[in-house]
């Protein structure tokens, strides 16, 4: 095949083709990406680079090529790792000071399966702190830029979070494809700002363990790339059973690239009206209705359907996740891993080690989660939001009655400035209003990048399907990139 | 409901986190924006939910009770700030 002139051009699926027609060494995409990571330390998109590791990764893959023991598609790929993932023998922080030195002894299941499929990494992409946030603002190594700007308007953006080192580093070509975690649209949302491809797998798809834990009911890894087949691809290479986390799913994962093709037509796409939340962004209403068009166009049947309580999403998601998040990040302590602050005695030990160790908006969401689980709020609080959490679960239950995907935004606006809305907590946790919903309810969704802003900057059209049926919501995905045609790329200023 | 600076001391106690008394009133501002906000779930009408815990609908799986993995202190420990002959430590609990 024709190579591009730079061969960070290549999309995964284009990248598995040249290096199976020995067009192109895994080494020669591996050094075109360590260059340009070099080049973009502005964007902050990563915590630890890993270039020795990379090579090593790629020369080895090429000589199990020129062997004839090629380990299949993603073999030779070079991949940025969400630095949630821990990784043996390298430093995973969470992006969190108390975890800032820690090294690993052992691999994440997802992380594992790629290094099984023989991909390259490239390093640790950066992220909000324990991924809590939808700027990539709270990181403790400091805040990742979105590669885009604003027409005529030079001021630096952010790229969405928490998955927004990832995010960044697809969108500005350092890497072909990345992996994020999701846990109330922090693929998703960081993949619209950014104008790539975000998925989250069903609840269950991707194993979770050796993850750092954010809310264990909700958070799942899943594939950010810059095209629908890429996302089908390496997902393909993160999914799969594996019996050391309980929640997931012991069943065969599909060959999602297989069904890619297949239209969209008959096929019944589900508009709740819910989601034309107050304030929408009338670009974004815009966006939303001409990927009706496009869906109907490609022969797909609209069907109007209700979410009632898709209001109420937000809300209970504010409750569920923090109280989990208290729970789990109880394990930071200072004695077994991670920094340490001494005190007089041992609960001094730990509340001075918290106290410098956690930065404002995880000891935010820590305190709201402990109260929402102390004596006398438990039931006012928790228990209330996981019973409209069922209700949630419910109204998507009887929606897949009438349709087999359903079609929103992806966030309520573009991407904004630094800054902008970081004294506002409320105003930050209405970035997820239109993912969060389907987070709770664990349904696999997609963000697909599919128009520009006024001012140039990329929004996204989102997907929800069935439960484990990530095939249809692949194949409906690609329907929509194919009508988008969106080709436009940052031109950082 | 508010949530007060006492409210905040105690709670930051139960999760072992040290908030400087400066702090304590910033908090529990910011808590009751938070929490007011999220009473609007109050308007939901939830009599005879089952509350939902988790969407795997699923047992949890059983395996046979035999040691998997172990014999390895140095690794496990390798990560401790304050590691002592094969053991975590911290400042003394028991006079």
Known sequence: ?493 | MAVDRETVVRVARLARLKVPEDEAETLAGELSNIIGWIEQLDEVNTDGVEPMASVADMKLRWRADEVTDGGIPDKVTANAPDPQNGMFSVPKVVE
Request: a negative charge; proline letters at 6%.
């Open chain 1, 1 to 493: 095949m024709t190579l591009p002139s730079d061969l960070r051009d290549l999309t995964i699926a284009e990248a598995r083709d040249a290096l199976a027609a020995g067009d192109v060494s895994a080494r020669e995409l591996t050094e075109a990406h360590i260059a340009a990571i070099e080049a973009a330390r502005d964007l902050n998109a990563f915590i630890t680079e890993t270039p020795d590791r990379a090579l090593a990764d790629a020369d080895a893959s090429d000589a199990r090529r020129a062997d004839g023991k090629s380990l299949g598609a993603l073999d030779g790929i070079p991949l940025a790792i969400k630095d949630l993932f821990c990784t043996d023998g390298v430093q995973t922080t969470a992006a969190s000071r108390i975890l800032e030195g820690f090294v690993p002894p052992y691999e994440s299941s997802v992380t594992t399966r790629l290094r099984e499929s023989g991909t390259v990494m490239l390093g640790k992409t950066n992220l909000d702190e324990f991924a809590m946030g939808s700027s990539n603002e709270t990181s403790y190594f400091g805040k990742v830029e979105n590669p885009w700007r604003r027409d005529g308007d030079n001021r630096p953006l952010v790229p969405g979070g928490s998955s927004g080192g990832s995010a960044s580093a697809v969108s500005g070509r350092l890497c072909l494809g990345a992996t994020g975690t999701d846990t109330g649209g922090s693929i998703r949302q960081p993949a619209a700002f950014c104008g790539i491809v975000g998925m989250k797998p069903t609840y269950g798809r991707c194993s979770r363990w050796g993850i750092v834990a954010f809310a264990s009911s909700l958070d799942q890894a899943g594939p950010m790339t810059r095209t629908v087949r890429d996302s089908a691809i390496l997902l393909g290479g993160m999914a799969g059973f594996d019996p050391k986390d309980s929640t997931s799913a012991d069943m065969e994962t599909p060959d999602f690239e297989a069904m890619l093709d297949g239209g969209v037509k008959g096929l019944r796409v589900g508009i709740p009206a819910e989601y034309a939340v107050d304030g929408m962004n009338p670009e974004i209403s815009a966006l939303w209705d001409q990927g009706k068009s496009w869906l109907k166009d490609a022969g797909a049947e609209l069907v109007d359907i209700g979410l009632p309580h898709t209001k109420y999403a937000l809300p209970a998601y504010y409750i569920i996740a923090p109280a989990e998040a208290s729970s789990n990040l109880a394990r930071y302590d200072g004695v077994r891993y991670g920094q340490r602050e001494d005190g007089a005695d041992l609960t001094e030990l730990y509340e001075n080690t918290r106290a410098a160790g956690f930065g404002p908006e995880v000891r935010r969401r820590i305190l709201i989660g402990t109260y929402a689980l102390s004596s006398g709020y438990y039931d006012a609080y928790y228990l209330k939001a996981q019973k409209v959490r069922a209700l949630i679960a419910r109204d998507f239950h009887d929606a897949y009655e009438k349709c087999d995907v359903i079609l929103t935004p992806t966030t309520p606006g573009p991407a904004f400035a630094m800054g902008e809305k970081s004294d506002d907590p409320i105003a930050m946790y209405l970035n997820d209003v239109l993912t969060v919903p389907a987070s709770l309810a664990g349904l696999p969704a997609i963000s697909v990048p599919a128009g520009l802003s006024g001012d140039g900057l990329p929004l996204g059209l989102h997907l929800i399907g069935r439960a484990f049926d990530e095939t249809t919501l692949f194949r409906a995905a690609q329907a929509l990139e194919d009508a988008a045609g969106f080709d436009a790329r940052p031109g950082q200023g």
